[in-house]
């Protein structure tokens, strides 16, 4: 593998993080002021309201666990950077 090749891995493991992490944002963003505004309603629709929050309780779940994954990720990726460059040191020290 050339040294070239895992820098770019790295980088790009690094942006797809950063994406992922960027959406599982606005998503959490998203539902959260979704339970905002339905803190406005009448007694009446309380009722649709919690099955409505049932159901929204897995997305905010998930969105969580994205950005979770997203974080792993983005560490994975900055270890692959560090090595990669790490390595090109080691081979620097020894052409030199």
């Known amino acids: 593998m050339e040294i070239q090749s895992a820098f770019n891995s790295g980088i ?3 942006q797809k993080a950063t994406d992922e992490a960027n959406q599982a944002a606005v998503n959490i963003a998203a539902e959260t002021s979704a339970s905002r505004d339905e803190s406005t309603i ?8 919690a099955v409505n929050n049932e159901q929204k309780i897995p997305d905010l779940n998930q969105s969580i ?16 950077i560090k090595t990669a460059d ?7 020290d020894v052409t030199a």
Do not use: H, N
């Open 42 to 49: 009448t007694q009446t629709e309380i009722s649709q309201t």
């Open 86 to 92: 790490e390595v090109l040191g080691t081979l620097l």
């Open 12 to 14: 790009q493991g690094f």
């Open 65 to 80: 666990v994205d950005l979770k994954v997203a974080e792993f990720q983005a560490k994975s990726s900055a270890q692959v």
